[in-house]
């Protein structure tokens, strides 16, 4: 069955330090791999994703996350976190390349990041 | 441009009561989809619809019915609430099937089952 592990439920970090959010997903090949942020109260943001090619992506607010096929992560990183960068972020996999889209993502329990001052 | 609504924010029901959530998509899409976000972890596919036709069903009892009107927006409705369906309710909508850059989720609902 496909799934994903988010390893650590709660991280905490001082600001301007950097971050490494890990994720792992049980698949048959590669699936579309996803980072999610909320925030407390609201909905899910997509930070960044991955379909295809560079392994290494680019998000928003200056976070970063790197596939691994042999490693089956796609870990979210950031070189200095920020006191607003507090919040649930969530791993997620879609259905694999060349399946039915049904819309069905996958996501990890979550980890909750805390920023110390 | 308005984003994903969704209302109510929050509702408090007893248990055995049936419950009816909506979600509006944002404009010009076709594709909604539901989840449930128990406290502690993270959401769970209920259901997607695209063109008012269900494409995809996740594990959730017959309890849980949705439907799509002609307009794109879209009903999740609960019959028999149990404690266990209290959650954070997120409909998210697409362009189309598929369009996983551009899925875009609203707030929720959050349910309290008492």
């Known amino acids: 069955a496909q799934s994903v592990t988010q390893p650590d439920i709660h991280i905490t970090v001082s600001e301007g330090a950097s971050l490494e959010l890990r994720c792992n997903y049980s698949?048959?090949?590669?699936?579309?791999l996803f980072w999610y942020v909320q925030s407390p109260g609201q909905g899910l943001q997509l930070l960044l994703k991955?379909?295809?090619?560079?392994?290494l992506v680019q998000g928003i607010k200056g976070f970063e996350a790197e596939f691994k096929r042999s490693q089956s992560s796609f870990n979210l990183r950031k070189p200095s976190v920020h006191w607003s960068d507090a919040a649930e972020y969530f791993c997620?996999?879609?259905?694999?390349?060349?399946?039915?889209?049904?819309?069905?993502?996958?996501f990890g329990q979550g980890t909750t990041l805390q920023v110390k001052p | 441009d308005a984003g994903v609504t969704q209302s109510p924010t929050h509702l408090i029901k007893t248990r055995g009561q049936h419950v009816t959530l909506r979600c509006s998509p944002i404009?010009?899409?076709?594709?909604v989809s539901w989840y449930q976000q128990v406290l502690g972890q993270g959401p769970q596919f209920i259901f997607q619809y695209y063109e008012k036709e269900e494409r995809g069903r996740g594990n959730f009892p017959d309890r849980f019915s949705a439907r799509q009107f002609p307009n794109y927006s879209s009903e999740l409705n609960v019959n028999a609430l149990l404690l266990g369906d209290s959650a954070l309710y997120l409909c998210?909508?697409?362009?189309?099937?598929?369009?996983?850059?551009?899925?875009?989720f609203g707030s929720g609902t959050q349910l309290s089952v008492l």
């Open positions: 404009s010009g899409h076709k594709s």
């Open positions: 997620a996999v879609g259905p694999l390349h060349g399946s039915s889209n049904t819309g069905k993502l996958i």
């Open positions: 998210a909508s697409s362009l189309a099937q598929g369009e996983w850059e551009k899925l875009f």
């Open positions: 991955y379909f295809s090619g560079d392994t």
């Open positions: 698949y048959g090949a590669t699936p579309y």
